[in-house]
């Protein structure tokens, strides 16, 4: 009995679980599954096995739906992958065209709606916000650059995206109720979110520092410290036997990924990280469009995100990172706000300081961009008692995201005409 009430408890937390959940999830389900669809049977953007990489804002499309990407960034995503592949295989009869397309886009709706459901049950069940702030926060989300694009993107972006809200909320479950994280959990969520993008297997140990009690008592810190070896145990062997145990291969590889990603561009840093890190994953920016070729002849048109040429733009980021940062020392003794933006600042060191990608961070948004919903709605929570703030905050959101919402729609027109030109 016991193991069923965890296996129907697992389901209720990653589907949704009462009829509004349930009811917002088909929203998202169609309203990107009407995008992605008509983009699968209408244009080659989402898979041409000619193409490997590039084809829009840098995503590597084929390139990882055929091998999972580059072992030192996706150590297991080539298994997850393989059966996403064999899947669209097998649906399209084996052939590489618009209905294999079509089951591609649908998996990633599928895993970017649940998404947003677990941002929705965060808000809901975690922060205790009202069901009226906690849709107004959804859809703004819902409106950002990295959930249009993932909604119809093969990328472990896309399901990262998923593997991390669902973790989050999880673990804000548990620390909400003074519970750890047991072995098998912590174990799963290493191999799921590590295998993807290594790096973000870091983001999985956070919630651990702040379990009751954890550095006033040995044994709870040995116990800690077990759960993570075990975890990491099982990832690195795994990681291992994909490499035949050759571990040279990945410290070679890494070095030359970290120079090759990491070489200092003409744009200054400053606009990198407010126009491509902060702002491409929430407000698309104008376009440019550039000539590539496969290595072996084929010479094809790739988009790319401009930084943003007006002062309007930049003022709309900076008052969403005003309220994330708001809400962060507002809630500064929060254990679970610490958890989110810890979280946040490891993507923060990583692109922003160490430079890996910054050129084109406004593809790592899965990574990261869930923290801005989460932080407003810990905002939100700050001046639960305070009318006058609360109403102050609603405007500011639905005004945010009026603006949000034209200008990605009409940026959306622009993508669009680049994919009647050149992608028919």
């Not at 593997?163 to 109720?177: E, P």
């Not at 593809?363 to 109403?391: E, T």
Request: with cysteine.
């Amino acid at each position: 009995m016991k193991f069923k009430q965890k296996f129907f408890d697992f389901l209720k937390t990653v589907f949704p679980a009462t009829k509004f959940e349930f009811f917002l999830f088909l929203v998202f389900l169609t309203a990107y599954g009407i995008l992605g669809t008509y983009i699968a049977m209408n244009y080659r953007i989402i898979f041409d096995d000619r193409i490997p990489w590039d084809a829009y804002f840098s995503f590597d499309n084929r390139a990882i739906v055929m091998t999972g990407g580059g072992f030192e960034r996706h150590p297991l995503s080539n298994y997850f992958f393989g059966w996403i592949r064999e899947f669209a295989m097998m649906i399209s009869h084996g052939k590489k065209e618009e209905t294999f397309r079509l089951v591609l886009a649908w998996c990633s709706n599928f895993a970017v709606s649940l998404s947003l459901i677990q941002i929705y049950k965060y808000l809901k069940n975690i922060i205790r916000l009202t069901k009226t702030i906690s849709v107004l926060i959804l859809v703004f989300f819902s409106f950002f650059t990295t959930p249009i694009l993932l909604s119809f993107t093969p990328e472990t972006y896309t399901y990262t995206l998923f593997f991390l809200m669902l973790f989050n909320y999880y673990a804000a479950l548990k620390l909400k109720k003074d519970e750890h994280i047991s072995t098998a959990s912590l174990t799963l969520a290493t191999v799921s979110i590590g295998g993807f993008t290594v790096t973000n297997a870091v983001k999985v140990f956070i919630p651990l520092l702040f379990e009751n009690g954890l550095f006033k008592s040995w044994k709870k810190f040995a116990n800690a410290a077990i759960r993570v070896f075990v975890s990491v145990a099982v990832f690195a062997l795994l990681f291992l036997y994909r490499l035949d145990f050759n571990y040279m291969r990945f410290f070679e590889k890494s070095g030359e990924q970290y120079e090759k990603f990491s070489k200092p561009r003409v744009t200054p840093l400053w606009d990198m990280v407010c126009s491509w890190f902060f702002g491409g994953n929430m407000l698309f920016s104008s376009f440019v469009i550039r000539d590539y070729h496969n290595n072996k002849g084929f010479q094809y048109k790739a988009l790319f995100m401009e930084v943003y040429t007006s002062a309007v733009p930049y003022i709309f980021i900076a008052l969403v990172l005003v309220l994330v940062f708001w809400a962060y020392f507002k809630n500064f003794k929060n254990k679970l706000v610490q958890v989110l933006m810890i979280s946040f600042f490891v993507d923060i060191i990583i692109h922003c300081v160490l430079k890996f990608g910054l050129h084109t961070s406004y593809i790592y948004g899965g990574h990261f961009i869930f923290v801005v919903p989460l932080m407003m709605g810990w905002l939100f929570y700050s001046y639960k008692n305070s009318p006058k703030m609360m109403s102050f905050l609603f405007v500011t959101v639905s005004l945010l995201l009026l603006y949000l919402g034209i200008n990605n729609f009409l940026r959306m027109e622009e993508f669009f005409a680049f994919l009647n030109q050149y992608y028919r």
